[in-house]
């Protein structure tokens, strides 16, 4: 059975760093490319970053250059670090595969505020 549980998510102020985690399980880690999705209050969950089996990594352009997707597969843990971060980054993140079906973790809330 497919689990992926996020963690690292909190209270962060305006320019502040956070970084989070999400643990995999259930499937071949390193066989699969993993994302990261975002939803904020009142908006459509939205793909932001995505790392591909092979390392290579994929932005929107709302997070280019400030956050940074990585994974280790000895650990089966894709990560997300988050810097710069701004007021309109809040949101629950979570993170996702796709393995015969979409799969998503809990989410973990992560709130910029001042």
């Known amino acids: 059975q497919v689990q992926l549980v996020e963690s690292g998510g909190g209270l962060v102020q305006p320019g502040g760093s956070l970084r989070l985690s999400c643990a995999a399980s259930g499937f071949t880690f390193s066989d699969y490319g993993m994302s990261w999705y975002r939803q904020a209050p009142g908006k459509e969950r939205e793909l932001f970053a995505r790392?591909?089996?092979?390392?290579?990594?994929d932005y929107a352009d709302s997070v280019k250059g400030r956050f940074t997707i990585s994974r280790d597969n000895a650990k089966n843990t894709v990560y997300l670090q988050m810097n710069s971060l701004k007021l309109e980054d809040t949101a629950v993140y979570y993170c996702?595969?796709?393995?015969?079906?979409?799969?998503w973790g809990q989410g973990t809330q992560v709130t910029v505020s001042s």
């Open positions: 790392i591909s089996t092979g390392g290579s990594t």
């Open positions: 996702s595969v796709y393995y015969r079906a979409r799969y």
